[in-house]
């Protein structure tokens, strides 16, 4: 007993004497070694592959480490070349590219066309999981390798041939004329042979062709990114590198960042949004990302597809005062939506401000009439579920309620119906067991007009929950793949989308911002459209 | 002594199956974890399916609680969702855990059990008073505010310590977050030291220890003390597996990554595989904690003893 305490004594003392110089060495912040950014960071979802990581955690990884074919300009978003020196079609099915010469994996390894072709055929391939795998469902023979039910009948994809070291051809089993510019998406990097040889070697020290080497990963804790001297693009990178801190509470990571412990954190947690222009001044940045938040009904239940309900889903929107809420609840880092796709895409790209027109203004006198004309809300009550473990979901899901109650002059027309996690959320919507409406919430994977109409609405699609369909939308999104002109195709597509406006299957209710803040030891601290900082451009004082 | 103890490990079969088919279950019927990993999309069915597979999921619920049980008595738990072995996680955070429940216990003893002795030797005195009224104030305080006012304080205001613990998480950086896990606990320990002592100060072997003229430290530590800290001995042992447990408040403002991160993403992200395995580790600390705090008493007080 005795020996016990002495012993537990003497690891005290050791202790406070480990803490005397922690406090004598504190002031050095968190800068190892000049010119390395550090940065908040959350756990990676799934494994680093590129065909296997669909949320942004991993992506802002895969975007410091890969460069595919095109990449999308941080700035306009517009799809340009990168490894492609060009991709060539003429009938908007038929592909050619042809890679750049001179460009390596960090490990040395030329990059070939065959470097393209294997990785493409690694993510097509149902036995090898990866969730990306249906970014490959254009090219032919995909139902051949990932078939929807049993075991696929083919290795390869047969609509890729590999012509010499520098060409290839895709071939597509339809129209897509905008489809080089899908290329930019990370599923599509090029994987080295180390890939192949060593998976789980590969996956603990990704290795790739981008601006940045993985230096050290802990799995769950930290990685750290050194820059490659020898990167031949254009886009080297501004810094010595960056350090990826997982946070779990990204409160921490903001008190981290005020006491110049961290350098930048990208996801400004909502409830310091009130004080972040205070605390941080002009270091605070808050830019619109290629997100769309939306209320989402269920075609699947009879009573949403009677005629005269698309004058109910009209009301529930013009019931929604839009402006008030992302002023109270998100601080102006969102704002109100009057169309389906993202204000990132630019006019040109298929952006239209008020497409929604009336139908997505205020007007409480105009909602409560259109709802008792359309046969008032199925069931006497609006049902809107969301996952409350993410996000401040719960919070602008009472206050819509709250504004649809006070429009409709009923205490109880609508009410939120929080589930537990995430996942249980999408379990219950994606297997249509939902009875009301839900949040449905839209981020781009490229900046095309295509991505945020086609996955969402078309018949069938993948994200298509509430199971929407529509003869007349679905003619004219397969028009406007198959033209080859592109501002014809975006004019179609708008066409199709003005169909939304009228059936509103889907209330527009928000586009999102990307914020994020920064320390004063960097500068040139940009998000690009996805809300991911370019780590690149990053420079340290 | 021998047979008691393989009596009491006997005794643990059945709790710690039990307590593992609850936790399986209870995270069985949060719903279709696969689903929460496509994002705002649905998986396209024929990689859910294989998803389904790879993670056992396509089989009834008692057949995969027969199986996963079966293998982690090979010592395989299986694998999380981002394609790591539950054991590489276990090993990455236990070490941290473990340590930062060290720094409390520590705490607890030192502290809880040095103002424990003041108070109840000087009980009704202005100090006695002055503990009371405080540890009343910790423990009222819930222990994130109690968390997140120190990290305001110490790690922006002042720029003593930083805000959060480096991934390494070393002694030095424990020390806050273990303080501020220890305060209720500690709160407790010392009012339960105050109480005991002042009980057993009285009691006849103390006097007659007085009346033998032993010097007043020697009474104290010998025979007061070791007398008076069987209920606190009892506390700190369970206390043990609550502190490992119930860090996830404190691993989170920390940014700690331990058993509590660890399990609270395995929650989020639905991972049984995660959470089972943690939680089974858990269940054993729990048992083996409360076994030493038995065993313990044997030592402390002579009267007791196991057959």
Not at chain 1, 368 to 377: D, M, S, T, Y
Not at chain 1, 524 to 532: E, G, R, T, W
Not at chain 2, 172 to 199: C, F, H, K, N, Q
Not at chain 2, 223 to 230: A, G, P, Q, Y
Request: net charge neutral; hydrophobic share 40%.
């Amino acid at each position: 007993m005795g020996g016990a305490t002495h012993a537990r004594w003497a690891a005290c003392a050791v202790t406070v004497a480990l803490a005397a110089t922690a406090c004598g060495g504190g002031g050095s912040g968190g800068g190892a070694g000049s010119g390395i950014v550090s940065s908040s960071w959350g756990d990676p979802q799934n494994p680093l592959e590129p065909a296997n990581t669909n949320e942004v955690q991993g992506g802002k990884i895969l975007d410091m480490i890969f460069r595919g074919l095109k990449r999308y300009d941080p700035r306009t978003g517009k799809a340009e070349d990168m490894v492609a020196e060009s991709i060539e079609t003429e009938d908007a099915r038929n592909f050619t590219v042809t890679i750049k010469d001179g460009w390596t994996f960090s490990n040395g390894e030329k990059i070939t066309a065959k470097s393209f072709v294997d990785a493409w055929n690694y993510g097509a391939h149902l036995d090898n999981n990866q969730k990306n795998a249906y970014f490959f469902g254009y090219i032919e023979g995909y139902d051949k390798v990932h078939p929807e039910k049993g075991e696929p009948s083919a290795e390869t994809l047969s609509g890729l041939k590999v012509v010499d070291d520098r060409t290839f051809t895709v071939r597509l089993s339809q129209k897509f004329s905008t489809w080089p510019d899908t290329l930019g998406y990370p599923a599509f990097a090029p994987l080295p042979k180390a890939f192949y040889d060593d998976r789980e070697a590969w996956l603990s020290k990704p290795v790739g062709n981008g601006p940045y080497t993985v230096d050290s990963y802990t799995k769950g804790s930290q990685m750290s990114l050194r820059k490659w001297e020898e990167y031949p693009g254009d886009d080297k990178a501004q810094n010595g590198g960056v350090d990826m801190r997982v946070y779990t509470d990204n409160n921490t990571a903001y008190t981290d960042l005020m006491a110049g412990n961290l350098d930048l954190v990208d996801d400004v947690p909502a409830a310091q949004l009130k004080n972040a222009k205070r605390d941080l001044g002009d270091r605070y940045i808050n830019t619109p990302a290629g997100i769309i938040q939306t209320l989402a009904f269920p075609f699947y239940d009879s009573e949403w597809t009677k005629p005269g309900r698309e004058k109910v889903r009209r009301g529930i929107s013009m019931a929604i005062n839009r402006e008030q809420i992302t002023e109270t609840i998100f601080q102006k880092t969102r704002t109100p939506a009057s169309d389906w796709t993202s204000p990132v895409l630019g006019a040109d790209g298929g952006f239209q401000k008020g497409l929604c027109g009336k139908a997505c203004e205020y007007d409480a006198a105009e909602a409560r009439k259109l709802v008792e004309e359309g046969g008032g809300i199925p069931g006497g009550r609006l049902k809107v579920t969301y996952n409350a473990d993410t996000g401040s979901h719960k919070e602008w899901v009472d206050a819509l309620c709250n504004s649809v109650n006070k429009a409709l002059g009923k205490d109880k027309a609508c009410i939120g119906d929080p589930v537990g996690t995430f996942a249980d959320f999408r379990g219950k919507a994606s297997k249509q067991q939902l009875d009301g409406a839900w949040r449905a919430g839209w981020q781009m994977d490229y900046p095309l007009i295509q991505n945020f109409l086609e996955p969402n609405y078309f018949t069938d699609a993948p994200s298509n929950d509430g199971k929407y369909s529509d003869e007349e939308f679905d003619r004219l999104v397969n028009e406007a793949n198959g033209e080859t002109d592109t501002a014809k195709a975006v004019g179609t597509f708008q066409d199709a989308e003005k169909i939304l406006a009228e059936d509103m299957p889907a209330i527009p209710l928000w586009y999102q911002n990307g914020s994020a803040g920064y320390s004063e030891r960097v500068s040139d601290v940009s998000l690009n459209q996805f809300s991911v900082p370019v780590y690149d451009q990053i420079k340290v004082e | 002594m021998g047979r008691y103890v393989i009596r009491r490990l006997l005794q643990m079969i059945p709790v710690f199956i039990g307590a593992t088919l609850l936790i399986f279950l209870m995270v069985n019927v949060m719903g279709d974890p696969v689903a929460g990993l496509c994002g705002d999309r649905k998986c396209d069915p024929a990689t859910a399916l294989r998803l389904k597979k790879e993670f056992g999921l396509d089989k009834p619920v008692w057949q995969q609680y027969l199986t996963y049980m079966g293998n982690v008595f090979t010592g395989d738990f299986g694998t999380a969702f981002n394609g790591q072995k539950v054991t590489e996680l276990m090993s990455a955070a236990f070490p941290v855990t473990i340590r930062l429940t060290l720094v409390a216990i520590v705490f607890e003893i030192v502290i809880g059990i040095s103002l424990g002795v003041l108070t109840g030797l000087r009980r009704g005195r202005p100090i006695d008073t002055a503990v009371l009224l405080l540890t009343l104030v910790v423990i009222s305080v819930p222990t994130f505010v109690t968390g997140l006012v120190l990290q305001l304080l110490l790690g922006v205001q002042w720029g003593v310590i930083k805000p959060s613990v480096s991934s390494e998480a070393p002694y030095d950086e424990l020390l806050v977050p273990g303080l501020v896990l220890a305060s209720v606990s500690l709160a407790y320990v010392t009012r339960l030291t105050r109480t005991s002592i002042a009980e057993n100060r009285r009691a006849d072997y103390v006097r007659t220890a007085i009346a033998k003229g032993l010097p007043r430290r020697r009474v104290i530590t010998r025979h007061l003390l070791r007398n008076s800290l069987i209920p606190v001995v009892t506390f700190i042992g369970t206390d043990v597996g609550a502190l490992m447990g119930g860090a996830i408040v404190t691993e989170r403002i920390f940014n700690i990554h331990g058993v509590g991160f660890q399990l609270y993403q395995g929650i989020l992200r639905q991972s049984t595989q995660t959470v089972v395995g943690f939680v089974t580790v858990l269940v054993l600390v729990f048992l083996v904690a409360n076994l030493i705090v038995d065993l313990l008493y044997a030592v402390l007080d002579p009267r007791i003893r196991y057959a």
